[in-house]
């Protein structure tokens, strides 16, 4: 990564990707991604096949 970025460009790309991280989790845990779906259909998460049996 260092070939194409410099230490503050990979730092604050890793802080942007923890956000997104974050906020997706967040989304996920206040119940908000099940309210807000895709148009055609639920989204890959909720889809039967692609929950897996602890």
Not at 19 to 40: E, I, K, M, Q, Y
Request: aromatic fraction near 6%; include cysteine; glycine fraction near 12%.
């Amino acid at each position: 990564m260092t070939a194409s970025y410099g230490q503050a460009e990979i730092v604050e790309l890793s802080m942007c990707l923890g956000s997104w991280l974050a906020f997706g989790r967040l989304n996920h845990v206040l119940g908000l991604d099940t309210v807000c779906r895709l148009p055609g259909g639920a989204s890959p998460a909720h889809r039967p096949e692609a929950r897996q049996a602890p």
